[in-house]
């Protein structure tokens, strides 16, 4: 069944971030600076960046802050980032998907780690997050190279209807820099909110009553398992110092195990 987002304090939530997103020569030492404020990373696969020199010192540097790992997946487009869509058969995502998660289960298997979750990364995360059927062949995919990982995407009505309908846990996502429209669904056309008061009242709108401010001046009420953060901009890290002053972030299923009573 579809979960009812419900009005409540959020009291365990996880902090995400991007790490290996460089590749060759281009280097991106600043996202390193993330990793005291997170509960988990996606370590790109060697697609739209990331290389293995990269994701090897991503994975240790993880695993040197316990932190949970996951796969950022994206379409081949090195030149764009992964920014821009490309059309793919389902074998073809299918096959996209399996090769890059393949890839890291077996980096993080060398260095006696594991991964939990699996996040798509620009144009994919898009069409993710509008498409149903995309985004189920996704999830099927993802499934394929294991049942215990958790697909992460952006929260609404799209993946909590993915996940019951593959059986595949989910964890649902806001940016804090994104416009979401009244129905949550992000209003691609609209600037970046890069303000970092704005971005921390927004993060303790959403800790204290589970709703985002949307496009019309209002709230919208959402199901959120973790906050994703950008570190593109100037102030990027001082909007995750702030966020972490406010709240300690947990991994998602810690935070679901805690909240249950299994553990203090």
């Known amino acids: 069944m579809i979960k009812t987002p419900i009005k409540k304090n959020i009291k365990t939530i996880d902090f995400n971030c991007d790490l290996a997103q460089g590749y060759g020569v281009y280097r991106n030492t600043s996202e390193y600076d993330f990793l005291d404020y997170v509960s988990s990373v996606n370590i790109s696969c060697g697609f739209h960046a990331g290389d293995p020199q990269t994701i090897k010192k991503a994975l240790l540097a ?130 970046a909110i890069t303000d970092t008061e704005a971005c921390i009242k927004r993060l303790q709108t959403i800790l204290h009553t589970s709703q985002v401010n949307n496009t019309s001046e209002g709230l919208t009420l959402a199901n959120i398992d973790s906050i994703h953060f950008s570190n593109k901009y100037p102030n990027s890290l001082e909007i995750i110092q702030r966020a972490k002053s406010i709240i300690t972030p947990e991994p998602v299923r810690y935070g679901r195990v805690k909240a249950s009573g299994w553990v203090d």
């Not at 985004?135 to 993946?159: D, M, N």
Request: proline letters at 3%; hydrophobic letters at 40%.
């Open 62 to 191: 993880a695993k040197e802050k316990n932190i949970v790992i996951g796969a950022h997946i994206g379409y081949f487009d090195i030149q764009g980032f992964g920014y821009r869509p490309i059309e793919l058969s389902e074998d073809e995502l299918e096959s996209l998907v399996v090769y890059q998660v393949g890839a890291i289960l077996s980096f993080a298997k060398a260095f006696n780690l594991d991964i939990e979750h699996v996040r798509p990364h620009g144009a994919m995360y898009k069409k993710a997050s509008e498409d149903f059927r995309f985004a189920t062949v996704l999830a099927r995919s993802i499934q394929k190279c294991s049942q215990w990982l958790t697909y992460c995407g952006a929260s609404g009505e799209i993946i909590e209807k993915v996940g019951e309908y593959v059986k595949i846990p989910i964890s649902e996502e806001i940016i804090l820099e994104k416009q979401y429209n009244q129905d949550l669904s992000i209003d691609w056309s609209l600037p």
